[in-house]
C-alpha cells in the first residue's frame, strides 16, 4: 500500500455528463499527478499539481480540469464526458517535483462512460 | 514515433532464471526514469528509479541506463512466479513542461 486513496472505486455515467474524481496523497507528498489508462495501454499523463498550482500538462483537452488544495489532497474533473473517456484514473503523489520525484500509485478509479 | 517504446512480449521465463526487460526513449532531455510493475486489474507499483548513467541495483533488480544510446533496462535476477506481471518503462523530463511518458509495458511470465 502506498498510502494514497482514491475515490469512488468505480464510477458509472453517461455520455455529455460531468465527472469529479478524488484523490489524498500520500502523508509528505506535496506533488500530485493523474493519468488516463485505457485497457492494454501505459498510463497517460494529464497534468502535475503542485503546491496547488499546474505543472505540466498532457495532451489532454480543456475540458480535463483539475485542482490541488491546502492539503495537497486533488480533484480531476471531466466535462461533457465522451465514450472514449472510459479508463482507469490513476492518481500519484511524490515527495517534490525535482529530481526526486518517483511517483508512487492510488488503487485508481474505473470510469464506464454509457 | 512513440516517445517510450518497449517490447510488448509477452515474456516467458522460468523461475530462477534472469528475466531482462528493455526499453528505449526519444527524448533526450528526458532526465529521470522509472520501472513499475503492475498486476492484472491493479495500480502501477514502483519497482526502481535511476538518473545517472549505469546500473543501480536493488535486491534482485538491477536498472540500467545508458542516455547516449536513449536506453534504459531492467533486470530481475532468480525470477518467481510472482514476478509474473505488466512491467511499465516510464521517463520524465521536467525541462519541457514536465512531461511524463509510460510505455505500453510488457508482459512477464515465470514458469515454475
Known amino acids: 500500500e502506498t498510502g494514497v486513496t482514491q475515490s469512488p472505486t468505480h464510477l458509472i455515467k453517461t455520455r455529455g455528463q460531468q465527472v469529479t474524481l478524488r484523490c489524498s496523497s500520500q502523508?509528505?507528498?506535496?506533488?500530485v499527478s493523474w493519468y488516463q489508462q485505457a485497457l492494454g495501454q501505459g498510463p497517460q499523463f494529464i497534468f502535475q499539481?503542485?503546491?496547488?498550482?499546474?505543472?505540466g500538462r498532457g495532451n489532454f483537452p480543456p475540458r480535463f480540469s483539475g485542482l490541488q488544495f491546502p492539503n495537497y489532497s486533488s480533484e480531476l474533473n471531466v466535462n461533457a464526458l465522451e465514450l472514449d473517456d472510459s479508463a482507469l484514473y490513476l492518481c500519484?503523489?511524490?515527495?517534490?517535483?525535482?529530481?526526486?520525484?518517483?511517483?508512487?500509485f492510488g488503487p485508481g478509479t474505473r470510469l464506464t462512460v454509457l | 514515433q512513440k516517445e517510450v517504446e518497449q517490447n510488448s512480449g509477452p515474456l516467458s521465463v522460468p523461475e530462477g532464471a534472469i528475466a531482462s526487460l528493455n526499453c528505449t526513449y526519444s527524448?533526450?532531455?528526458?532526465?529521470?526514469f522509472f520501472w513499475y510493475r503492475q498486476y492484472s486489474g491493479k495500480s502501477p507499483e514502483l519497482i526502481m528509479f535511476?538518473?545517472?548513467?549505469g546500473d543501480k541495483e536493488d535486491g534482485r533488480f538491477t536498472a540500467q541506463l545508458n542516455k547516449a544510446s536513449q536506453y534504459v533496462s531492467l533486470l530481475i535476477r532468480d525470477s518467481q512466479p510472482s514476478d509474473s506481471a505488466t512491467y511499465l518503462c516510464?521517463?520524465?523530463?521536467?525541462?519541457?513542461?514536465?512531461?511524463?511518458?509510460f510505455g505500453t509495458g510488457t508482459s512477464l511470465t515465470v514458469i515454475p
Open positions: 499539481y503542485y503546491r496547488e498550482e499546474e505543472n
Open positions: 502523508s509528505g507528498h506535496n506533488t
Open positions: 500519484a503523489s511524490s515527495p517534490d517535483p525535482g529530481i526526486r520525484n518517483e511517483q508512487f
Open positions: 535511476i538518473y545517472s548513467n
Open positions: 516510464a521517463v520524465n523530463n521536467r525541462g519541457t513542461g514536465n512531461q511524463f511518458y
Open positions: 527524448d533526450r532531455g528526458s532526465q529521470s
